[in-house]
């Protein structure tokens, strides 16, 4: 279903959708509206799938036992000795 509605553009916004439409990228202003419209939904599905998954890693990590922890140092002994080994030293 389409529902007609009334927009307002700066004129920069404006003149950019004039410009997006008369280099064919978009048949229209709406279409080029409604892309970005479509962007922004899809931007934020990414937003919420990503700090749904952060939020899941989090509780993982609460629940791990303080014995099962790494100290700072433990943690980047590899990472060193690569940085380290590229470096020559």
Do not use: Y
């Amino acid at each position: 279903m389409t529902v007609k509605t009334t927009l307002s553009f700066t004129d920069r916004h404006h003149q950019f959708l004039s410009e997006k439409v008369g280099q064919g990228v978009f048949a229209t202003q709406s279409a080029a509206v409604a892309a970005a419209l479509e962007q922004m939904m899809q931007d934020e599905e990414e937003r919420n799938v990503a700090l749904q998954a952060l939020a899941q890693e989090i509780r993982a990590r609460m629940e791990t036992p303080r014995e099962a922890f790494i100290d700072e140092d433990g943690a980047f002994v590899a990472a060193r000795a690569s940085i380290e080994a590229a470096r020559g030293a």
